[in-house]
């Protein structure tokens, strides 16, 4: 067994509604959507306008500047709606499906190993599979002609009710392997697979060849991709990785077995306002409607997020799973103020600190709803960004120099090792009610303008 790295700096926080292991085989959604949003740096050109049909796997729009990156359909159907926010920006290209089963584009089976490296990447690119694949510095979609170092893939995951990804990938042994044999094509490195060295990993992972095992333990952040290259092999300027989740990788290796594009998965449904938190089989880019549906508390106001409580995307419901979301949470929304909540004795609330009872009762769950009992105020040094970020950086000083547009300090501080999801914990422990996520994302943009 390879060595663990133990992670001691981060939080876990323990929200009620952990999904129950239970696998709900939905039929399909009445409509689905891919959103350009869901695309860090993307200026989506459209492939199709309302009234079209489309199968699984046709091209709904491409990259401006890259338009050999195609985004596809999940299922078949036509297009009933491109839907646009300000100065005509496209937010969703919604898909209704058709009554029948799946039609999908043919894009012939074939070996990885029989393929070149380039025939790989057409393939990828062709089907529209390539934008699963991104690259670190900046959480982009990877750039297909360039070289990475190494690939990252994480089969584990610690955010807040995350989904047991040994649960979720289950089954999949021969689509996982020709996914990891197809990825083995674009590195002249290693490919990582970092596991959660508490448990025994699935058969899935464990019998998997090709791929070097890392072993990980310790608090939310111990499962991000990110935490895992800065401790296995850190990024410095000029050099790429990429990272692929374990749920794509399975997406990826239909490609090659079956020649189709076929976007199903396994994801959670959780949260404390969910009354059956359970795993739902479905297709990516699913109307949230089809498994929020009449599942969900109706004593008070909720928000629904396409993705973890930390780093997701408020969706309503009859929004859409986001492109790499892997579950669906849904809390209290935080409308209403608390008299004297700070100095209540806090026995039914979470603190990252030992500011309230709560601390004394372990294992305690909680239903956090989306107050942030407080306003913004001056950004001071306190040191829980440090306590909550298991990587060798001073993460105050980095979004000092975000905010005072530093090119040289953002390269010194450690830009090119962090995206949101890295530092969303700093976000959540934050006294000065900050808004880190979105400050790095400006300096993250300001970065791939200055080096493009």
Known sequence: MSK???????LNIPLKGLAEKVLMRLGKAETYGVKPIDFPGLVPKLNVAVGDRVKAGSPLFYDKYRPEVLFASPVSGEVVEVRRGERRVILEVVVKTDSGDVAYEDFGAASPDSLTRDEVIARLLKAGAWPYIRQRPFGVVANPTDTPKSIFISGFDTSPLSPDMDFA???EEQNFQAGIDALRKLTSGKIHLVLNADYPPAKVFADVKGVEFHYFTGPHPAGNVGVHIHHIDPICK???VWVVNPLDVIIIGRLFLKGIYDATKVIALAGS????PRYYKLISGASIESIV??????EKQVRIVSGNVLTGTR??????????????SVIPEGNRHEFFGWIAPGVDKHSASRTFLSKLIPGKRFAIDTNIHGGHRALVVTGQYEKVLPMDIYPVHLIKAILANDIDRMEQLGIYEVVEEDMALCEYVCASKTEVQAILRGGIETMIKELS
């Open 315 to 328: 969706v309503d419901r009859l929004g859409y799973l986001g492109f790499y979301d892997n579950m669906v």
């Open 169 to 171: 990938v289950h089954g």
């Open 4 to 10: 663990v790295i133990k992670i001691k700096r981060g």
């Open 238 to 240: 000029g050099e790429v």
């Open 293 to 298: 549906n009449d599942n969900i508390s109706t």
């Open 273 to 276: 306002e969910v009354l059956k």
